[in-house]
């Protein structure tokens, strides 16, 4: 789980990477340990299997749940991650489940 995590981040810190259309490259941002830990407490893996994965998660756009489950799906039989369904659930959390195909 936290090997998941840990991964995301990455990919999260690399996405902050980008370059212009005339060569020079942008400005590189990293996530701080307190990012860091404000996206560790707000998601949670539900339920995992070869198939899918659905993350429980609150103040975190959906796109940043799509990176976690693109590195699970990936390690799991090399497939991609698909997004299946968005429920709303208690205390104004969500639930997505990624599929892998």
Known sequence: MKKIFGLGLIFLSLAGCAYFSDGEKAEYTELTSAEYSD???NVTVVKQTENFVEYEYK????????????IYCHEHNHKK????????YHNNSRRARFVCR
């Not at 103040?59 to 693109?70: E, Q, S, T």
């Not at 991650?81 to 709303?88: F, G, M, P």
């Open 39 to 41: 996206f560790a407490k």
């Open 59 to 70: 103040n975190i756009r959906v796109d940043d749940m799509a990176v976690l489950a693109a």
């Open 81 to 88: 991650a698909y997004l299946d369904t968005i429920q709303l």
